[in-house]
């Protein structure tokens, strides 16, 4: 209310998975996901294999034979697919994003580093699918770079990174003004994921959110501790119900209770992100 009042009743989400499994596996999964919560719409990674081991072309065709398996499977849900920044060469990026056009993605996410702002207008020219980007920027200036670039069919600020809710209000409305819609990204906690529901629902351009489900891993097929198992903090979390996080009208401030003595044990994890290396020793991009 404090933010104008909300513009829509619920706020659709969407599962963050991140890894890129066997399509069955991702199929089973999907289902009991969507029979608990409701979810219809789903990210992964888009790699299969190790795309600085592998010659490109192999990479492709494993990712593109993949993906037309998963949609086959899938054919009532929808994929974003998440590249994590790793690719360096533009016409890599793009040749990848195309690759994915014939399975209508919900968008191609951030498949290179984002300094460079004017190549990710190049790359946008060259794409058949929507491309989503703004996790690794910090300002409504660099936001509105990359609007006047046309480097982005769809933004994706970072709350807890731009510096909080009146920033992201910035941001939003600069996109809106470009006709660019707000998918905010969100792999942190349940606290994190309230203020973004807030956010969400007085934004008259947002799309969807990104969501985990507090307390569990958010990869499939990989010997993996749970990322957020510290989501105790919160204690009522926002739990998704049709694939949608319901407002609480009748709670004060973010809609949550936090469990104070919990953050005083200093249990949290927090999200990071892993340099990978490539075969000659040498760090790569992510």
Same mark, same amino acid.
């Given at each position: ?6 513009? %829509? ?30 979810? $219809?719409?789903?990210?992964?990674? /888009? ?11 192999? #990479?492709? %065709? ?8 998963? $949609? ?19 016409? @890599? ?8 056009? *014939? ?20 790359? !946008?020219? @060259?794409?058949? #699918? ?9 300002? %409504? ?14 933004? @994706? ?12 209000? !910035? ?12 998918? /905010? ?9 309230? #203020? ?19 307390? &569990? ?34 709670? *004060? ?11 005083? &044990? ?6 990071? %992100?892993?340099? /990978? ?8 991009? &992510?």
């Amino acid at each position: 209310m404090m933010l104008g009042g909300h513009v %829509r009743d619920r706020v659709r989400v969407y599962l963050g998975v991140y890894s890129a499994p066997d399509a069955g596996e991702i199929h089973d999964h999907c289902a009991a996901m969507q029979e608990a919560h409701g979810f $219809t719409a789903f990210k992964l990674s /888009p790699y299969r294999n190790d795309i600085h081991a592998e010659p490109w072309g192999k #990479v492709i %065709r494993a990712t593109t034979d993949w993906v037309a398996e998963l $949609t086959a499977l899938c054919p009532d849900y929808e994929f974003a697919f998440d590249a994590h920044a790793r690719i360096f060469e533009p016409w @890599q990026a793009a040749e990848l994003g195309n690759a994915l056009a *014939p399975f209508h993605p919900l968008f191609f996410e951030e498949p290179m580093r984002p300094e460079n702002i004017e190549a990710w207008g190049a790359l !946008k020219s @060259q794409l058949r #699918v929507p491309l989503a980007t703004g996790e690794s920027l910090y300002s %409504r200036f660099e936001f509105l770079r990359l609007m006047q670039a046309g480097g982005a069919d769809i933004i @994706q600020p970072d709350i807890c990174a731009v510096g909080g809710l009146l920033e992201m209000r !910035k941001i939003a409305a600069i996109a809106e003004a470009f006709y660019v819609p707000v998918a /905010p990204h969100n792999p942190m906690g349940p606290l994190a994921t309230a #203020v973004n529901l807030h956010f969400a629902a007085a934004c008259p351009n947002f799309k969807i959110l990104e969501y985990r489900l507090p307390g &569990t891993s958010a990869f499939l097929g990989r010997d993996l501790a749970p990322v957020d198992e510290a989501a105790g903090y919160v204690r009522d979390p926002y739990m998704p119900v049709d694939g949608y996080l319901e407002l609480r009208p009748d709670r *004060p401030g973010w809609g949550v209770e936090i469990d104070e003595d919990y953050l005083k &044990t200093d249990r949290y994890i927090h999200w990071e %992100r892993k340099l /990978p290396i490539r075969p000659d020793g040498s760090t790569a991009y &992510t």
